[in-house]
């Protein structure tokens, strides 16, 4: 059984820092992409950074340059490091990965994690 383990999540100031992890526990063969998803109150669910095997990387328009996402596939883990917070970053965040949990690597399933408060505010 494979889980989604994130944590770092907390309340910072605004132009504050956090660093989210989620590490993927249990019988991982492969990890491909791994993204980062938050959700507002009352609003969808919208992706904020993603990163494939070959470490190419994507953000949403409104954290481009100001978060950072990151892997270390020795410990199936990525990293969200956010910089200069802003309230509108507050939300659940949720790290999503797609896992090859037997040998067949081109099988590979979606995992949610169980999601990671952000609150910023003064």
């Known amino acids: 059984q494979v889980s989604l383990v994130e944590s770092g999540g907390g309340l910072v100031q605004p132009g504050g820092s956090l660093r989210l992890s989620c590490a993927a526990t249990g019988t991982v063969f492969e990890i491909d992409v791994m993204t980062w998803y938050r959700q507002a109150p009352g609003k969808q669910r919208e992706l904020v950074a993603t990163?494939?095997?070959?470490?190419?990387?994507d953000y949403l328009d409104s954290v481009k340059g100001r978060f950072t996402i990151s892997r270390d596939d020795t410990k199936n883990t990525i990293y969200l490091q956010m910089n200069s917070l802003k309230p509108e970053d507050a939300a659940v965040y949720y790290c999503?990965?797609?896992?090859?949990?037997?040998?067949?690597?081109?099988?590979?399933?979606?995992?949610w994690g169980q999601g990671t408060q952000v609150a910023v505010s003064s």
């Open positions: 990163i494939d095997r070959s470490h190419y990387t």
């Open positions: 999503n990965a797609l896992i090859a949990t037997t040998i067949q690597t081109w099988r590979k399933k979606e995992f």
